[in-house]
């Protein structure tokens, strides 16, 4: 079965850039999305088609595939941005999470 | 402004159906181009995605739990609802709902309901 392979935890000081990572076979040959999820809170989506934000999320977050890989990349990173994130695939009818990447801002 | 409920038990017996039902408002389940699901989340872990289901009846199931769920959906009444079987200590998570846009090969979640714990315990 397919799977999405996340690094389990990040820390970044505020101000600098979160690259957070997921792999998975020839990822991107497929779309990913991305998902923020604050302590207590429901995921909410952050980037989906690769590299497309919805609305209402800033700026500082985006996003890549190529490859193996997809990449989350938050730029100028906030204390607001410490939280898990989880990438998404979608592979022969199934939706794939990765495990999920800790980020702490400190 | 589209918002999902999530309702049911918050316990249930070992070998027992779990029995999960979610409320949309704010737009129709009848939409084009959606699929409407459930994922869930044992207590400090990760995302697992249940199943999905378009209005139509076209349905996805993570292969795993596929002999065990069961998504249905009632346009009448706007909501969806998730059955799970024979529950076990392992099937104990926070379960959401959710509104999954698919185009293509694309697919990805843009609501979420605020989940609901169900534990699985005698």
């Known amino acids: 079965s397919y799977e999405l392979t996340q690094s389990p935890s990040l820390s970044v000081s505020p101000g600098q850039t979160a690259t957070i990572t997921c792999s998975g076979h020839?990822?991107?040959?497929?779309?990913s999305s991305w998902y923020q999820q604050r302590p207590g809170q429901s995921p909410i989506l952050v980037i989906y088609?690769?590299?497309k934000r919805p609305s209402g999320i800033p700026e500082r977050f985006s996003g890549s595939n190529s490859g193996n890989t997809a990449t989350l990349t938050i730029s100028g990173t906030q204390p607001m941005d410490e939280a898990d994130y989880y990438c998404?695939?979608?592979?022969?009818?199934?939706?794939?999470f990765g495990g999920g990447t800790k980020l702490t801002v400190l | 402004q589209l918002q999902l409920q999530e309702s049911g038990p918050g316990l249930v017996k070992p070998s027992e159906t779990l029995s999960l039902t979610c409320n949309v408002s704010?737009?129709?389940?009848?939409?084009?181009?959606?699929?409407w699901g459930w994922i869930r989340q044992p207590p400090g872990k990760g995302l697992e995605w249940i199943g999905s289901?378009?209005?139509?009846?076209?349905?996805y199931y993570k292969p795993s739990l596929k002999s065990r769920v069961t998504i249905s959906v009632d346009t009448s009444k706007n909501q969806f609802s998730l059955k799970l079987i024979s529950v076990t200590a392992a099937d104990t998570a926070l379960y959401y709902c959710?509104?999954?846009?698919?185009?293509?090969?694309?697919?990805?979640?843009?609501?979420w309901g605020q989940g609901t714990l169900v534990t699985v315990s005698s």
């Open positions: 959710a509104r999954h846009v698919s185009r293509g090969s694309s697919w990805e979640i843009d609501y």
């Open positions: 704010g737009g129709s389940i009848s939409s084009s181009g959606y699929y």
């Open positions: 289901m378009f209005y139509s009846g076209r349905s």
């Open positions: 020839k990822l991107g040959d497929k779309y």
């Open positions: 088609q690769d590299n």
């Open positions: 998404l695939a979608w592979d022969i009818s199934t939706v794939i």
